[in-house]
């Protein structure tokens, strides 16, 4: 079946810093999401990748979605202390199956 | 206006309690979901519902039984609870299956 591995799975940053966390599918997928999750909080939808190779920008976050649909990458640039949370990648075949997450915390 | 609301936000209950977890939405979607989150954060997919009907069901004990009288609804019940089954459960809903979700604030279950 279908899993999707997201690494690293703590990323401590400097504030002011950038950062990249990577996502890997078994499978060539029909879409990727991404969401991020507060502490205490829900996981909130960030944005959909469905072309092979699509880029997208939210202000200082990146989304990358590979040549082969298989993984995707979320880089984040001048990390703020509002960047606190997880960040799940979540592959759709014909189900969303989540990755494990990467948890990120900021020295101020 | 709350998009996905589930009730209660905290459970508290003994093991072998029966308990039920609503879940409403009022965006119109047509696709609804449970996850479970455990204590890693890791969140599983439990089961999915189109339009009243069951379309995925997970490897999940039988002790837990969804139910939509409504697309805009999915409740979850769960029979004979045990001290594995706490965590925190999602509901959430999205227009298709290829669409983003919506997650609800969750309902964090403790079974002692």
């Known amino acids: 079946g279908q899993q999707v591995m997201q690494i690293p799975q703590y990323q401590h940053v400097q504030e002011g810093e950038d950062f990249t966390t990577y996502c890997n599918s078994s499978?060539?997928?029909?879409?990727i999401q991404w969401y991020k999750q507060r502490p205490g909080g829900h996981p909130v939808f960030l944005i959909q990748l469905v072309k092979s190779g699509e880029v997208k920008k939210q202000k200082r976050l990146t989304f990358q979605f590979g040549e082969a649909k298989k993984n995707s990458s979320l880089h984040i640039t001048a990390t703020q202390t509002t960047d606190v949370g997880t960040y799940f990648c979540a592959g759709n075949d014909y189900k969303l199956s989540f990755g494990a997450g990467t948890t990120v915390t900021v020295r101020a | 206006d709350t998009a996905v609301s589930q009730t209660p936000k905290y459970l508290v209950t003994q093991m072998g309690n029966d308990k039920s977890i609503k879940c409403e939405q009022n965006l119109g979607h047509d696709t609804m979901y449970w996850y479970k989150q455990d204590s890693k954060k890791f969140l599983k997919i439990m089961f999915s519902?189109?339009?009243?009907?069951?379309?995925i069901n997970e490897t999940v004990p039988n002790r837990f039984s969804p139910k939509s009288p409504d697309k805009a609804h999915l409740n979850l019940h769960i029979n004979s609870l045990e001290l594995g089954d706490s965590a925190v459960y999602f509901c959430?809903?999205?227009?298709?299956?290829?669409?983003?979700?919506?997650f609800g604030s969750g309902t964090r279950l403790t079974v002692v």
């Open positions: 959430a809903s999205s227009h298709g299956s290829t669409d983003g979700y919506t």
């Open positions: 499978t060539t997928l029909s879409n």
């Open positions: 519902y189109n339009n009243k009907e069951l379309i």
